[in-house]
């Protein structure tokens, strides 16, 4: 089984930046797409950012795309999430995932990825 481990979240004041990392053992096929989805207290799970593990195809939440940057390390160990200038609304539970299975667009759908890590907080305070 993959195991899928978020770190890099904590406690940071509106404006700050702070780059998540997932990192990814026990993998025997490859991870095809990478996926940052967040979730808030009482709100549905939300597609933020996503990654084929070629690096060739990237999506993010429109409303994300100016301040987050997801990207894969080069050896295709891990994948990162850098979210700069960040706003209160940006608190949340932000858990990566991984699709097995091929695919040729980076899906925005948590049931298109088979793979879920414990996820990491990240809290904004104002």
């Known amino acids: 089984q993959v195991q899928l481990l978020e770190s890099g979240g904590g406690l940071v004041q509106a404006g700050d930046s702070l780059r998540l990392s997932c990192a990814a053992s026990g993998r025997t096929f490859n991870s095809y797409a ?6 808030a207290p009482g709100q549905e799970r939300e597609f933020v950012a996503g990654i084929r593990w070629s690096g060739d195809s990237t999506r ?8 987050f940057t997801i990207s894969r390390d080069n050896s295709k160990t891990m994948v ?3 979210m700069n ?3 209160p609304a940006d608190t949340a539970v932000y858990y990566c995932a991984d699709r097995s299975r091929y695919t040729s667009v980076v899906p925005t759908d948590s049931d298109e990825y088979n793979f879920w890590g414990q996820g990491t907080q990240v809290t904004v305070s104002s």
């Open 34 to 39: 990478t996926g940052w989805f967040r979730q």
């Open 85 to 87: 200038s960040l706003k």
């Open 80 to 82: 990162y999430l850098q």
């Open 60 to 67: 993010y939440l429109d409303a994300l795309k100016d301040r």
